[in-house]
């Protein structure tokens, strides 16, 4: 395969692709063509949880393709991945979050949410956060909070209002009139911000005062990143309905929304089949989310993400470092500009090193590697970083 395949066959998403051709991939490493190991930093932007080609996942996939694989479309059929995976997540979730409808991927999972909760409340406003990132998708679209990245595409769904994430005063805005607000517990794109002390507890309590559905999306932080098993947890903020997806599955294509029996079987009638997919629920992608989950529940490994993010944290200090955002391995250091942010990324990719970008935030270096990686790891992809933040040019700096 030559380089301009990719680029003549394939469609792209920007005008410069990175442009990395993938030989193989194992534990924190991708191998190129020519046999290079590039640490991975990035985790397939935090999807690939347990790292790559984890073993417990590749011999679950294994064995259920060995069996079946589509069968039929969502709901209709008893398929035992689906439904132990979801009696599994059920256990560790709070009570009221006991039903899965699992879909293609996160931002799918973003529409069924938004679909179930003006079902369930008869209301159509729907509240969102300034910043917001939840899918590309026209709904999800609808929620972004950054217009430039949504003019092209308009008209977008009705009804979208925005609040300022983490002011207290705009709490106001939620009425009678909201079926939902919808945020990211942890607003990835804008730079991995955390929400204050009391926020989120705030908003619930407003949710439930005017009868509006709360929506958290964890599609980002959850599955241990930050921690816990979800990062609401960190934040005594269940919410109605829980969307989910990227590192569930260890890089398989996945997502799911979940919530109360009774508020999931408004999707069953008035109108029957509420929400379909033919393809949520795969047997092999189900599979391989049950690994992952019983891998991330019966080690330490979500433990011991504080441990290493408090090694990044030790390692990272640098003057072009404004400061590090983010939790356990949900980590974005803000450099003093985005000329800094761009060379270290690029420099370290030259350099056998994978770091990436935030979308919105543009000084910001993404680091979201595998949950799995290693302590030397860490320091040597955070040697790297500081060897290049030393070397940069001062027309960079100034």
Request: glycine share 8%; aromatic share 8%.
């Amino acid at each position: 395969m030559s380089n301009n395949d990719f680029y003549t066959y394939q469609a792209q998403t920007s005008p410069h692709p990175l442009g990395l051709e993938v030989s193989h991939a194992k534990g924190s490493y991708i191998y190129d063509q020519d046999g290079n190991a590039h640490l991975d930093f990035v985790a397939g932007v935090s999807a690939c949880g347990l790292g790559h080609s984890h073993p417990r996942v590749v011999e679950a996939i294994k064995t259920q393709v060995d069996k079946y694989m589509h069968v039929m479309v969502y709901g209709e059929y008893i398929q035992s991945p689906a439904v132990d995976f979801s009696k599994l997540l059920a256990s560790h979730l709070p009570d009221n979050l006991e039903t899965t409808y699992l879909v293609n991927s996160g931002t799918e999972a973003i529409e069924g949410a938004i679909k179930l909760a003006r079902r369930h409340t008869g209301r159509s406003q729907i509240i969102a956060a300034k910043h917001a990132y939840h899918g590309n998708t026209m709904g999800s679209l609808s929620l972004l909070g950054f217009e430039e990245r949504k003019s092209a595409f308009r008209p977008l769904i009705p009804d979208i209002r925005h609040i300022e994430f983490n002011l207290e005063s705009d709490l106001d805005k939620i009425t009678e009139k909201t079926a939902a607000v919808v945020l990211e517990t942890i607003q990835g794109g804008a730079g991995f911000i955390l929400p204050k002390e009391g926020y989120l507890e705030k908003v619930r309590t407003r949710c439930t005062e005017v009868g509006a559905m709360l929506i958290l999306d964890e599609i980002q932080p959850g599955f241990g990143r930050t921690g816990k098993l979800f990062a609401f947890q960190h934040f005594n903020c269940p919410p109605d309905i829980l969307v989910i997806g990227k590192g569930m599955a260890s890089g398989m294509p996945v997502g799911a929304f979940v919530a109360s029996k009774e508020i999931m079987d408004d999707l069953q009638d008035h109108p029957k089949f509420g929400h379909i997919t033919t393809f949520g629920g795969n047997p092999v992608i189900a599979a391989a989310s049950l690994a992952t989950l019983k891998e991330l529940t019966e080690t330490n490994l979500i433990q011991q993400t504080l441990e290493k993010e408090k090694l990044f944290r030790k390692l990272l200090v640098h003057p072009l470092i404004e400061e590090v955002r983010g939790k356990g391995l949900m980590l974005a250091p803000i450099m003093k500009s985005k000329e800094i942010a761009d060379q270290v990324v690029m420099e370290a990719a030259k350099n056998g090193l994978i770091l990436f970008w935030l979308l919105f935030e543009s000084k910001a270096v993404r680091i979201s590697p595998p949950l799995t990686i290693s302590m030397e790891e860490i320091e040597a992809g955070c040697k790297q970083i500081i060897a290049i933040l030393d070397q940069l040019k001062p027309t960079t700096v100034n």
